[in-house]
């Protein structure tokens, strides 16, 4: 069974268009986050949920939009791409309390911008 | 804000050596400091971690070591395999002022263990 799903796997897309990543979590965790990686592999946390409420929120534009329906879903849409969004995106989950820390990745989201 | 600081980029050793990681961190509250491991195509994956309150702690063929003071840990991998070929990745988190974890990454060390 997939603890931490995303999708699409492989996103290839054009400038200026709208885009969605989905990300699903079957580990009954309270706590969701989007990290990016860039090219050099540098992991940075983008936006951290916990039970639908955005408690992070780095220093991203405002293009890129976190939506929370439920604690096992934290989607990520993204308005007006440009070509410095390519990354790869990894959706990830906690459980908060009971301070395991540990932090479930996904299987990544490659998202190239022509 | 917190900056960890991860050496070396890269590191090649032979099948059976060991190979140690170091990263250093610059926020002294911090107190949880997880190693994750990344192969090709996947996410990153924990394969150990520490908190502030423990100076060492060992998982078969894996170690974790921190100093406080100096505010740097380090990762040993014993014994090494092929398939222990990866990136890794250190981390240091905090609670933040919503009493919630915010980890940040270091930037990286790709592993490759020769046959």
């Known amino acids: 069974d997939t603890a931490v799903s995303q999708t699409p796997k492989y996103l290839v897309t054009q400038m200026g268009n709208d885009k969605s990543i989905k990300c699903e979590q079957n580990?009954?965790?309270?706590?969701m986050y989007w990290y990016k990686q860039d090219s050099k592999k540098f992991l940075k946390i983008m936006f951290s949920?916990?039970?639908?409420?955005?408690?992070i929120n780095e220093t991203v534009p405002n293009r890129f939009s976190p939506k929370s329906p439920d604690k096992a879903h934290l989607n990520l849409h993204i308005n007006s791409l440009e070509l410095g969004d390519s990354a790869v995106y990894f959706c990830?989950?906690?459980?908060?309390?009971?301070?395991?820390?540990?932090?479930?990745f996904g299987p990544g989201t490659r998202l190239t911008v022509l | 804000g917190e900056n960890v600081e991860q050496h070396p980029s890269t590191l090649s050793v032979q099948e059976g050596d060991s190979a140690v990681i170091k990263c250093t961190y610059s926020?002294?509250?911090?107190?949880?400091f997880p190693w994750y491991k990344q192969e090709l195509g996947k996410g990153p994956q924990l394969i150990i971690d520490?908190?502030?309150?423990?100076g060492e702690k060992k998982d078969q063929r894996i170690a974790v070591t921190l100093n406080k003071t100096a505010k740097h840990f380090s990762l040993h991998i014993t014994e090494t395999q092929p398939e222990d070929s990866a990136v890794y990745f250190c981390?240091?988190?905090?609670?933040?002022?919503?009493?919630?974890?915010?980890?940040?990454f270091g930037s990286g060390t790709r592993l490759q263990v020769q046959p």
């Open positions: 520490i908190r502030s309150n423990v």
């Open positions: 981390a240091a988190s905090r609670k933040s002022g919503t009493g919630r974890r915010a980890l940040t």
């Open positions: 949920y916990n039970n639908k409420e955005l408690i």
């Open positions: 580990l009954g965790h309270d706590t």
């Open positions: 926020d002294s509250a911090s107190n949880y």
């Open positions: 990830a989950s906690s459980q908060e309390r009971g301070g395991g820390g540990e932090q479930f």
